[in-house]
């Protein structure tokens, strides 16, 4: 029996939503995760200290304390670069979440101008505040594939030259093309990878049939862009980490005419990162994506506590969907079995 012990991993990109979606999934994630960055777009948004200390307590009474919720706030145009530090200074925020306006689920309040915004990232700079990025841009004339790799000319490129030694970490990423301008760069630009986009690509979501299941945003890429993600996240590069982007939607909002965006990984992810990294000839690099390069990003030490993985002959099971009070939520089918089971 092959097993692997790694420090308690971190999820450093999270949606735990509220209510009942809460209530019904949050121990998904706190089962086999120390600390996970928690997204900010509910609706409404999180955009105030005040709003993120009552969403972190919302949290931990669903968790309890052996879970650590790092909150962070939804960017507007109207953020005040005061309370932004103040809520830092307090430490109730971890990071600030920039979605442009209209990018995805409930980014209805994120920005449109950046100009606007220059203020609050000036500060966010100065206190050591990270940038989390949704790097899509929304302009109807940019091809959907495109949007990310245009983000980075037209958005983020010069959001970080006019605002220097402002800490940013591009979400989510799904092509080589962000995989490359992270690697051009210093230290200051990490990016987190999601467990999903290391395993489908744009073909999973459309071959033989519409897969509301593999739809999320960004939208997964052609297959050379997750070879891309498989060799960033296996290679050892500290500024690649895990952050899942588990998001989860009710079946009947996924299972629709127009469907929500979202995969949800929580309850498989660590399963799955063992068998893609084996299968990549990579399980030694495991333990730095998911436990060690986070934590170094965000100059938090690396968790004390452990998690053993053991490897067996036969398939693991795990539910194929969580009920909740909000519905029943589907979990991700990675679409080959898995060998490797969380201990
Ligand atoms: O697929 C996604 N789902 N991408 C996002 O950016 C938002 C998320 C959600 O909140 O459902
Ligand atoms: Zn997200």
Redesign the pocket.
């Given at each position: 029996m092959q097993t692997l012990t790694l420090p308690r991993p971190d999820d450093w990109h999270l949606?735990l939503r509220d209510g009942a979606m809460l209530t019904g999934i949050a121990a998904e994630t706190a089962r086999h995760f120390a600390r996970a960055i928690i997204?900010p777009?509910l609706v409404p948004p999180v955009v105030t200290g005040a709003e993120a200390q009552a969403y972190r307590d919302r949290i931990l009474a669903v968790t309890g304390s052996g879970f650590t919720p790092l909150m962070t706030l939804y960017l507007t145009e109207a953020t005040d670069p005061a309370d932004v530090v103040a809520a830092h200074r307090a430490g109730i925020i971890t990071a600030v979440k920039l979605?442009p306006a209209g990018?995805?689920?409930?980014?209805a309040s994120g920005v449109r101008d950046f100009d606007r915004v220059r203020g609050v990232l000036e500060a966010m700079a100065q206190a050591g505040i990270p940038l989390l990025t949704?790097g899509e841009v929304t302009d109807p004339e940019i091809d959907i594939f495109d949007r990310e790799a245009v983000f980075i000319d037209r958005v983020l490129d010069p959001i970080r030259r006019t605002t220097p030694g402002l800490r940013v970490v591009m979400e989510?990423i799904t092509t080589s093309d962000a995989v490359a301008y992270v690697q051009s760069q210093p230290d200051d630009l990490g990016a987190t990878i999601t467990t999903h986009h290391l395993v489908i690509n744009r073909n999973h979501i459309l071959v033989g049939g519409i897969k509301p299941h593999y739809?999320?945003?960004?939208v997964a890429k052609r297959e050379t862009h997750r070879q891309a993600l498989l060799a960033a996240a296996t290679s050892g590069d500290a500024r690649f980490f895990l952050g899942t982007?588990s998001?989860p939607?009710a079946d009947d909002a996924k299972e629709s005419a127009c469907g929500?965006?979202?995969?949800f990984t929580a309850t498989n992810t660590m399963s799955i990162l063992a068998q893609v990294f084996e299968a990549a000839g990579a399980l030694d690099k495991l333990e730095g994506f998911s436990s060690r390069n986070g934590p170094a990003f965000y100059r938090l030490p690396v968790n004390d506590a452990t998690l053993t993985l053991e490897k067996s002959d036969t398939p693991v099971s795990y539910p194929s969907k969580i009920d909740t009070g909000a519905g029943p939520v589907t979990v991700f089918d990675p679409g080959f079995p898995l060998y490797w089971r969380v201990l």
């Open positions: 949606h997204m777009n979605y990018a995805t689920t409930n980014s949704h989510h739809y999320c945003l960004p982007d998001a939607h929500c965006a979202g995969c």
